[in-house]
């Protein structure tokens, strides 16, 4: 499959103090690929290399085809969308004027301004100044900003760090829906449920080092005890291991109508997190 | 160059100028100084310097004023980072910015120079001066909007800026000896010499403003560079 985003040996330090070091990793067009660690993991480095922001000390990235010597180009900045700590609106106009002005320079109809305020859930507050608008409201609006030329790649880098449940699940709706269309997401979260229904892909980051690299369902099952907790219609809970030998008990557990619930044994992609670095992915 | 992205730039940056209260007074500090100097010359004819520190005025405290708030809070508010991450160029961005603040430095220099009598300058010389002059001080605003990083602190840097370039003929009100090392270097200064070129018709002290702006250029293009990149 054709990649999005090709990154060999990427290595990035500030002064003496290494940030990233030998990251090497790709994400596949039309994947939703996330980026998880913890604060000062080298997450947001990372994303500010692929949009151009920064400069790698050593390593060949490239996404859609540029080489990153080439990222702060019209043309590769036409292609990507941005969300991140960087991003922000003009406050004394409204978030109609705030879009309209990204429409033209993007060259996009200005139609397509109530398209993205019907995706945000924000087309009847389109004439509020942005100062009147909450936390959340301006990281939808921010959002909107950033997918409203329908760019082949997006970076988000904490997407829906300051929304409430249901607009969170409005965003990840939205995100679901741009990404059938084709387009690839690279975003950092430290959400995991978050990751966990939205990433096809996800890896660790942790002290500028990939830790891990898989889609979700797979981690949970590496790091799985493999076992399975068995609550009998006695109130009794078992821990049976997931072996051969355990196969009879199993049978006869369920033969006999003993069995009220049977869960396998898989982690959250949190505690997965934990178990690899041995850290907890808080921001 | 983008036009449509110039006219986009431009566009946002005068609805923003005007619901901005600070910036939307600053075009009437050079007219109010006009009018009170006229009053003071009871109708007679105004010295050149006097017109010329006008002009200061205007280019000090709305030109490079202007710019240098517009920059400074697009920075601040790191909407200018926005900008640089869309396909706006940064000529797009700057001369887009740039066309605002022209419109009402020009638009505050024109009906100043009303009131004060615009006819001395009214020649091809003294034109392509008003003009050096402008380029300089809006380079000079947009240098120091990067450089302060914050409004609060260009505040810091608006008087400096107004009594250094703008001000420079009113060094002879401070009773310096023409022949003293101040008033040498004062000399030099962008203002003086297109009072010089007013004066005495100079090709030389055109040239001598044209250094001066492409000074401000460098110095804006290198604050740009380190704004727009976390390198």
């Given at each position: 499959m054709e990649n999005s985003i090709e990154v060999s040996d990427l290595h990035k330090s500030f002064g003496k103090k290494t940030a990233i070091k030998d990251v090497s990793f790709h994400v596949e067009k039309g994947e939703i690929f996330g980026l998880l660690g913890p604060s000062g993991s080298g997450k947001t480095t990372t994303i500010k290399i692929l949009t151009g922001e920064l400069t790698q000390t050593h390593g060949k990235v490239t996404a859609l085809g540029t080489d990153a010597s080439r990222f702060s180009t019209a043309d590769y900045k036409s292609k990507i969308g941005i969300l991140s700590d960087n991003s922000s609106l003009y406050?004394?106009?409204?978030i109609y004027d705030n879009l309209k002005l990204f429409c033209k320079l993007y060259n996009v109809p200005l139609k397509q301004i109530d398209v993205m305020l019907q995706e945000v859930n924000l087309h009847e507050e389109?004439?509020?100044?942005?100062?009147?608008?909450?936390k959340g409201m301006k990281q939808r609006v921010m959002l909107a900003k950033a997918l409203i030329h329908k760019p082949e790649l997006v970076f988000l880098d904490?997407?829906?760090?300051?929304?409430d449940p249901g607009n969170m699940a409005h965003i990840h709706r939205s995100l679901q829906k741009l990404n059938e269309a084709g387009t690839t997401i690279f975003l950092t979260t430290h959400n995991m449920e978050e990751a966990t229904a939205l990433c096809d892909r996800v890896a660790f980051l942790h002290k500028g080092e990939l830790q891990e690299l898989d889609c979700p369902s797979a981690l949970r099952y590496k790091y799985s005890t493999h076992a399975f907790h068995v609550e009998t219609v006695q109130g009794d809970r078992l821990v049976i291991e997931n072996?051969?030998?355990?196969a009879n008990r199993m049978k006869e557990l369920i033969g006999n109508g003993h069995v009220k619930s049977i869960h396998t044994d898989h982690p959250t992609l949190g505690q997965v997190f934990l178990k690899v670095t041995g850290e907890e992915l808080v921001s | 160059m983008n036009v449509q992205r110039i006219h986009a730039i431009f566009e946002k940056d005068i609805k923003d100028f005007m619901k901005n209260m600070m910036l939307i007074t600053m075009p009437f500090i050079p007219i109010v100084l006009s009018l009170m100097y006229t009053r003071f010359s009871d109708g007679g004819v105004l010295p050149i310097s006097m017109l010329y520190i006008i002009v200061g005025a205007t280019y000090s405290a709305v030109t490079s004023s202007i710019m240098m708030t517009m920059m400074a809070e697009e920075n601040e508010k790191k909407t200018l980072r926005g900008l640089v991450q869309s396909p706006a160029s940064y000529v797009d961005i700057l001369v887009g910015k740039s066309l605002v603040v022209a419109l009402v430095s020009f638009t505050s220099l024109l009906i100043s120079l009303l009131i004060v009598g615009i006819d001395p300058f009214l020649n091809l010389k003294d034109v392509i001066a008003l003009l050096l002059l402008f380029i300089f001080f809006l380079l000079l605003g947009i240098g120091i909007g990067l450089f302060s990083k914050s409004v609060a602190s260009t505040s810091a840097y608006i008087m400096p800026v107004m009594f250094l370039?703008?001000?420079?003929?009113?060094?002879?009100a401070l009773g310096i000896g023409k022949e003293s090392a101040v008033s040498q270097v004062a000399n030099v200064f962008p203002l003086m010499q297109a009072i010089h070129v007013h004066e005495n018709n100079s090709w030389v002290s055109l040239g001598i403003i044209a250094l001066w702006s492409i000074g401000a250029a460098v110095f804006a293009y290198i604050c740009f560079k380190k704004t727009t990149t976390d390198d």
């Amino acid at each position: 499959m054709e990649n999005s985003i090709e990154v060999s040996d990427l290595h990035k330090s500030f002064g003496k103090k290494t940030a990233i070091k030998d990251v090497s990793f790709h994400v596949e067009k039309g994947e939703i690929f996330g980026l998880l660690g913890p604060s000062g993991s080298g997450k947001t480095t990372t994303i500010k290399i692929l949009t151009g922001e920064l400069t790698q000390t050593h390593g060949k990235v490239t996404a859609l085809g540029t080489d990153a010597s080439r990222f702060s180009t019209a043309d590769y900045k036409s292609k990507i969308g941005i969300l991140s700590d960087n991003s922000s609106l003009y406050e004394r106009l409204s978030i109609y004027d705030n879009l309209k002005l990204f429409c033209k320079l993007y060259n996009v109809p200005l139609k397509q301004i109530d398209v993205m305020l019907q995706e945000v859930n924000l087309h009847e507050e389109r004439q509020t100044t942005v100062s009147k608008l909450s936390k959340g409201m301006k990281q939808r609006v921010m959002l909107a900003k950033a997918l409203i030329h329908k760019p082949e790649l997006v970076f988000l880098d904490e997407p829906t760090s300051a929304l409430d449940p249901g607009n969170m699940a409005h965003i990840h709706r939205s995100l679901q829906k741009l990404n059938e269309a084709g387009t690839t997401i690279f975003l950092t979260t430290h959400n995991m449920e978050e990751a966990t229904a939205l990433c096809d892909r996800v890896a660790f980051l942790h002290k500028g080092e990939l830790q891990e690299l898989d889609c979700p369902s797979a981690l949970r099952y590496k790091y799985s005890t493999h076992a399975f907790h068995v609550e009998t219609v006695q109130g009794d809970r078992l821990v049976i291991e997931n072996v051969p030998e355990n196969a009879n008990r199993m049978k006869e557990l369920i033969g006999n109508g003993h069995v009220k619930s049977i869960h396998t044994d898989h982690p959250t992609l949190g505690q997965v997190f934990l178990k690899v670095t041995g850290e907890e992915l808080v921001s | 160059m983008n036009v449509q992205r110039i006219h986009a730039i431009f566009e946002k940056d005068i609805k923003d100028f005007m619901k901005n209260m600070m910036l939307i007074t600053m075009p009437f500090i050079p007219i109010v100084l006009s009018l009170m100097y006229t009053r003071f010359s009871d109708g007679g004819v105004l010295p050149i310097s006097m017109l010329y520190i006008i002009v200061g005025a205007t280019y000090s405290a709305v030109t490079s004023s202007i710019m240098m708030t517009m920059m400074a809070e697009e920075n601040e508010k790191k909407t200018l980072r926005g900008l640089v991450q869309s396909p706006a160029s940064y000529v797009d961005i700057l001369v887009g910015k740039s066309l605002v603040v022209a419109l009402v430095s020009f638009t505050s220099l024109l009906i100043s120079l009303l009131i004060v009598g615009i006819d001395p300058f009214l020649n091809l010389k003294d034109v392509i001066a008003l003009l050096l002059l402008f380029i300089f001080f809006l380079l000079l605003g947009i240098g120091i909007g990067l450089f302060s990083k914050s409004v609060a602190s260009t505040s810091a840097y608006i008087m400096p800026v107004m009594f250094l370039f703008g001000f420079t003929p009113m060094i002879e009100a401070l009773g310096i000896g023409k022949e003293s090392a101040v008033s040498q270097v004062a000399n030099v200064f962008p203002l003086m010499q297109a009072i010089h070129v007013h004066e005495n018709n100079s090709w030389v002290s055109l040239g001598i403003i044209a250094l001066w702006s492409i000074g401000a250029a460098v110095f804006a293009y290198i604050c740009f560079k380190k704004t727009t990149t976390d390198d």
